[in-house]
């Protein structure tokens, strides 16, 4: 199913005003209802809004006075989420390496990570099923553009000159697949590991080196094997 690029409005947060406060418990009603379609039916294609606006205990009018479709609510969930998690994501990527270097030193996460893991595991009930295998396969490629329009900037900053270029792009996808890829076995995993432990786990996965793990580490010079790997594929002149 195609999922569209634009939908109907965020989910509120609780509102002042009675009529708002009951916007708030409707459409929050429909989004649980939709986390649990996709658990029962394990299709996210599948999930109809006879189905979520019977789970919600309202009417398919009612569902049609917030949302145009099952994708217009599925929309409003991801956008909303990727909007308030990029600025967790931004905290993040404003941590300096010195302070990095100080936490790890510390064995402590890096600064802002336990922030931005309490933020999904508050939401984990129902993002778990839209980021799992039944729900929607664009929601994580998503998510991993918001982090990577979040931190490419601030990441290439004092970079060695030799891994400028073709190495620091696919660095950075495999850096940014590989942090969301965990993010997401946690949350459909039934997140197991306390926020905590998880943050600690996700810091060290980012310094993990060859061999780390075997008792055998293998040390080299990324940034000049990098050039050498490249030249050898014809990216980079001579």
Not at 23 to 42: C, H, N, P, Q
Not at 172 to 182: F, N, P, Q, W
Not at 188 to 199: I, K, L, P, Y
Request: aromatic share 8%; proline share 4%.
């Amino acid at each position: 199913m195609q999922w569209p690029m634009q939908g109907g409005s965020p989910l509120p947060d609780a509102a002042a005003s009675a009529p708002d406060r009951r916007t708030t418990r409707t459409r929050r009603a429909l989004r649980d209802a939709l986390a649990r379609e996709i658990e029962e039916i394990g299709d996210l294609s599948q999930v109809t809004v006879t189905a979520v606006s019977d789970r919600a205990g309202v009417t398919r009018r009612t569902f049609y006075s917030h949302f145009r479709d099952i994708p217009d609510l599925v929309f409003a969930i991801e956008h909303e989420t990727i909007c308030e998690a990029r600025g967790l994501v931004e905290k993040i990527a404003a941590t300096h390496l010195d302070d990095l270097q100080e936490s790890i030193g510390r064995f402590e996460p890096c600064p802002g990570s336990i922030e931005l893991l309490n933020y999904f595991k508050k939401r984990g009930s129902y993002l778990a099923a839209l980021l799992g295998n039944g729900g929607d396969p664009a929601f994580a490629k998503r998510l991993e553009q918001m982090v990577r329009e979040t931190v490419e900037s601030r990441a290439s900053e004092g970079i060695d000159s030799l891994a400028v270029g073709a190495f620091f792009d696919y660095y950075l996808t495999y850096a940014i697949s590989a942090e969301v890829g965990v993010l997401v076995r946690w949350l459909t995993s039934g997140m197991r590991e306390n926020v905590e432990v998880m943050a600690r786990v996700m810091t060290a996965l980012m310094f993990v080196r060859p061999g780390d793990l075997y008792g055998k580490t293998i040390e080299f010079n990324i940034p000049t094997i990098a050039v050498a790997a490249l030249k050898m594929k014809g990216i980079l002149d001579d």
